[in-house]
């Protein structure tokens, strides 16, 4: 081959590596249009969604925050009307058993004086029974 032809083939072999390299790059670029297309809506809307879950989050996080504060105040006023209950019912078991003790002793009491006055008046008459029956046998 001559030295012309060697030539004329390095050029060729030349525009054939330039047209690959153009090839290539209409393809890049080709390609980062397609995968754009794939991808920029699934990725802007995966994002508008993390901004919407991140914000619902943060809020939740706060609520929660205050129900577990509403929670804690809650047990301590509700344990603390438990105890309020179960000493005011105690209490009113006792004052009423009190009272009735004191009533039944008050009763007792009086009964007792009664039974004394009646069996005083049971004596009285008795000896006035006897001394009506000494009488009518005297008569």
């Not at 390609?31 to 809020?59: H, M, P, Q, R």
């Not at 019912?89 to 009423?96: I, M, N, S």
């Not at 002793?105 to 069996?119: R, T, V």
């Given at each position: 081959m001559s030295e012309q032809e060697l030539r004329s083939q390095i050029a060729d072999k030349e525009d054939e590596i330039t047209r690959v390299e153009e090839e290539a790059s209409k393809k890049e670029a080709s390609a980062e249009k397609e995968i754009e297309a794939d991808f920029d809506e699934k990725i802007n809307d995966t994002k508008s969604k993390l901004d919407v879950g991140e914000v619902d989050l943060k809020e939740a996080?706060?609520?929660?925050?205050?129900?577990?504060?509403?929670?804690?105040?809650?047990?301590?006023?509700?344990?603390?009307?438990?105890?309020?209950?179960?000493?005011?019912?105690?209490?009113?078991?006792?004052?009423?058993?009190?009272k009735l003790d004191n009533i039944l002793k008050n009763k007792k009491s009086k009964i007792k004086a009664f039974e004394a006055e009646i069996k005083t008046l049971r004596k009285k008459v008795e000896k006035l029974e006897i001394e009506q029956l000494k009488n009518q046998s005297s008569e």
């Amino acid at each position: 081959m001559s030295e012309q032809e060697l030539r004329s083939q390095i050029a060729d072999k030349e525009d054939e590596i330039t047209r690959v390299e153009e090839e290539a790059s209409k393809k890049e670029a080709s390609a980062e249009k397609e995968i754009e297309a794939d991808f920029d809506e699934k990725i802007n809307d995966t994002k508008s969604k993390l901004d919407v879950g991140e914000v619902d989050l943060k809020e939740a996080t706060e609520k929660s925050k205050e129900w577990t504060k509403k929670m804690n105040k809650l047990n301590v006023e509700v344990s603390a009307l438990k105890k309020k209950h179960e000493n005011l019912v105690k209490g009113k078991a006792k004052a009423l058993n009190k009272k009735l003790d004191n009533i039944l002793k008050n009763k007792k009491s009086k009964i007792k004086a009664f039974e004394a006055e009646i069996k005083t008046l049971r004596k009285k008459v008795e000896k006035l029974e006897i001394e009506q029956l000494k009488n009518q046998s005297s008569e």
